[in-house]
C-alpha cells in the first residue's frame, strides 16, 4: 500500500525511495510469503495478493526499471485466465490484465535478446505471435460480450468497465506490435488501436476519474501513437482532469508525452521512470 501511495503522489512520503525500489520490495515480500505455504490465507491476504499483481503489471509496463513476475503469481488467478467476468476494482477481466503482463514480459525478453544475439530468438517469436493472437482474440470476444452485472456494489454502467478492458486489450496489443514486432507508428494496426481505445474510454469520462479504473496506460499509448492533433488534445484533457482529481503522477506523464511529441522521439526508446498506471 505504501507503493500505491508512492505511486500515485510521487512526493506523499517526502523521502528519498523512488516506486520502483517500493514495489521491488513489496514484490520480494510477496515471494517469500508464497514461499512459506500459507494454507489459511485470510480475505485481506487475497485481496493484497490481487493488488500487487495489478501494481506489478503496471510497473512491468513503465520502461525498464522494473521487472514484473506473473509466473510467481496466485495459482488461483493463473487458473482463473480464462474468466470472462470483467472486475469492478479494476475494470478488466483477469485475462486481460495476465495477458498485459506477459506483453511486458515478452517485450523485454525481445530487447535484451536483440542486445545479447542480434535478433529475439525461435521460442521468443512463437511466444509473441501465440501472445498477439490471444489478444486479438479476446479484443473481439470483449466487444461482443455483454457485461450486464459486472459488480452488484458499482454505481458505474457496464459500459464504462467494458470501455476499460477494450483499452487494456489494445493498449497490449500496441506494446507488442511496437516492441517484439517492430511495427512503424504508421501502421493501420497500431492507428486502429490508438483510435479505439479513445472511443472506448469515451463513455468514461462523464464520471469522476479518481473513483474509475485505471486508464492512464492505454491513454499514454494512444497519444504517443496517434499523429492527430485533435487526438492529441483530447489525450493531454483526459490526463489532466485525473490529475486534478488528485492523482499528481499524471503531470509526469504528461510531461513525457509531450517530450515525445516536441522532439519527435519514439516512446520505445525513451529511457524514464514514470509509473504508467
Not at 13 to 19: E, K, T
Not at 68 to 87: F, H, I, N
Amino acid at each position: 500500500m505504501l507503493a500505491s501511495l508512492t505511486l500515485s503522489f510521487p512526493l506523499a512520503l517526502a523521502l528519498p525511495i523512488s516506486w520502483h525500489d517500493h514495489l521491488s520490495v513489496a514484490q520480494q515480500m510477496h515471494r517469500l510469503r508464497a514461499q512459506q505455504g500459507h494454507n489459511n490465507r485470510t480475505h485481506a491476504a487475497i485481496f493484497f495478493e490481487r493488488w500487487f499483481c495489478y501494481l506489478d503489471t503496471f510497473g512491468a509496463c513503465s520502461g525498464n526499471v522494473y521487472h514484473g513476475c506473473p509466473q510467481e503469481w496466485p495459482s488461483e488467478l493463473l487458473a482463473a485466465e480464462k474468466d470472462p467476468e470483467l472486475k469492478c476494482l479494476t475494470g478488466y477481466t483477469t485475462s486481460s490484465l495476465l495477458l498485459l503482463a506477459r506483453v511486458a514480459e515478452i517485450c523485454k525478453r525481445c530487447d535484451r535478446e536483440r542486445k545479447e544475439l542480434g535478433s529475439p530468438s525461435y521460442t521468443t517469436i512463437n511466444e509473441s505471435q501465440q501472445i498477439r493472437l490471444s489478444l486479438e482474440l479476446t479484443s473481439l470476444e470483449v466487444q461482443q460480450r455483454r457485461y450486464d452485472r459486472v459488480c452488484s456494489s458499482t454505481i458505474f454502467s457496464a459500459d464504462v468497465y467494458l470501455g476499460v478492458n477494450v483499452a487494456l486489450c489494445h493498449a497490449a496489443l500496441i506494446m507488442l506490435l511496437r516492441r517484439a514486432f517492430l511495427l512503424p507508428t504508421d501502421a493501420m494496426l497500431l492507428q486502429h488501436s490508438a483510435k479505439t481505445i479513445l472511443t472506448a474510454l469515451r463513455d468514461g469520462e462523464r464520471y469522476n476519474p479518481i473513483t474509475i479504473p485505471d486508464i492512464i496506460l492505454p491513454l499514454f499509448l494512444a497519444g504517443c501513437e496517434t499523429k492527430d492533433q485533435v487526438q492529441r488534445s483530447d489525450v493531454l484533457r483526459r490526463l489532466e482532469r485525473i490529475g486534478n482529481a488528485g492523482m499528481s503522477q499524471t503531470t509526469r506523464v504528461r510531461a513525457l508525452l509531450q517530450e515525445c511529441w516536441d522532439g519527435r522521439k519514439d516512446w520505445t526508446e525513451l529511457d524514464h521512470n514514470v509509473f504508467l498506471g
